[in-house]
C-alpha cells in the first residue's frame, strides 16, 4: 500500500525559493501504474492542483504556476521533488504531495482519473 | 481553464441524505473524483470514475453526473460524515486538472 510523505522548510523568505520532497513507499516511484502530484490549500481556501510528473518523465503544471514551478523526480530516493521560486505571502499554503492515477475511460466513454493516496501535508509559510 | 463549481454550504439532519453538486464545462468529458476532508487532516478520496468507492468507503457514499453536473450523495448522514468535501477532474483547458470550490457539509 503506497504511502507518501511530504518534507521540507517550514518558513520560506519573500523573493526565495520553496523546495519540498515527497517520499513514496510501499511501491516504486518508476511504477507504470502511477503519476505524480503536488497540490497545495491555503488556510481557510479550496484545494490548488499545482503539477504532475508522468511516468514518462513528461510534466504538467498548472498554467497560473508554471513560470516558477519545477516537478522533478530521484528514483534512486524513491522521492518527487516540488520547486516553486520567486515566492510571495500568496504561496503560504499547506502543500500536499499524492498519488496520480492514469486516466481512465468508463463505460459511458468519460475520462476519469483521481488522486490517491495523498500525503499528511506540509505547512509552508512565506515571510520574512 | 475550466472550473468548478460547488454550493458552499448545506446542511443534513442526522440520518438523512443530502446531494452535494458540482458544475463545470470538464464534466460533459470527465467525470468527477470527490474528496472528504476533516479539519486538520488531508483529503480523503470518497468516489472516483462513474460511481466507484475505493476500499474502506461506506457504501452510504455514491456519485452520478448528467451533462455538466456531477453529485455525490450521501444516504443516511453520520456525524462522522461532517466535512469539506471537493470535486475534481480532468481539465479541458490549459490545465490536466481542476477542483470545485468546496463544499461544507453539516450534520444537524
Known amino acids: 500500500q503506497l504511502q507518501l510523505q511530504e518534507s521540507g522548510p517550514g518558513l520560506v523568505k519573500p523573493s526565495e525559493t520553496l523546495s519540498l520532497t515527497c517520499t513514496v513507499s510501499?511501491?516504486?516511484?518508476?511504477?507504470?501504474?502511477?503519476?505524480w502530484g503536488w497540490l497545495r490549500q491555503p488556510p481557510g481556501k479550496g484545494l490548488e492542483w499545482i503539477g504532475s510528473i508522468y511516468y514518462s518523465g513528461s510534466t504538467y503544471y498548472n498554467v497560473s504556476l508554471k513560470s516558477r514551478v519545477t516537478i522533478s523526480v530521484d528514483t534512486s530516493k524513491n522521492q518527487f521533488s516540488l520547486k516553486l521560486t520567486s515566492v510571495t505571502a500568496a504561496d503560504t499554503a499547506m502543500y500536499y504531495c499524492?498519488?496520480?492515477?492514469?486516466?481512465?475511460?468508463?463505460?459511458?466513454?468519460?475520462?476519469?482519473?483521481?488522486?490517491?493516496?495523498w500525503g499528511q501535508g506540509t505547512l509552508v509559510t512565506v515571510s520574512p | 481553464s475550466s472550473e468548478l463549481t460547488q454550493d458552499p454550504a448545506v446542511s443534513v439532519a442526522l440520518g438523512q441524505t443530502v446531494r452535494i453538486t458540482c458544475q463545470g464545462d470538464?464534466?460533459?468529458?470527465?467525470?468527477a473524483s470527490w474528496y472528504q476532508q476533516k479539519p486538520g487532516q488531508a483529503p480523503v478520496l470518497v468516489i472516483f470514475g462513474r460511481d466507484i468507492r475505493p476500499s474502506g468507503i461506506p457504501d452510504r457514499f455514491s456519485g452520478s453526473s448528467s451533462g455538466d453536473t456531477a453529485s455525490l450523495t450521501i444516504t443516511g448522514a453520520q456525524a462522522g460524515d461532517e466535512a469539506d468535501y471537493y470535486c475534481n477532474s480532468r481539465d479541458n483547458g490549459d490545465n490536466l486538472f481542476v477542483f470545485g470550490t468546496g463544499t461544507k457539509v453539516t450534520v444537524l
Open positions: 499524492a498519488t496520480t492515477h492514469k486516466t481512465m475511460v468508463a463505460d459511458d466513454g468519460k475520462g476519469y482519473s483521481w488522486f490517491d493516496p
Open positions: 510501499g511501491g516504486s516511484i518508476s511504477s507504470s501504474n502511477y503519476d
Open positions: 470538464s464534466l460533459r468529458n470527465y467525470h
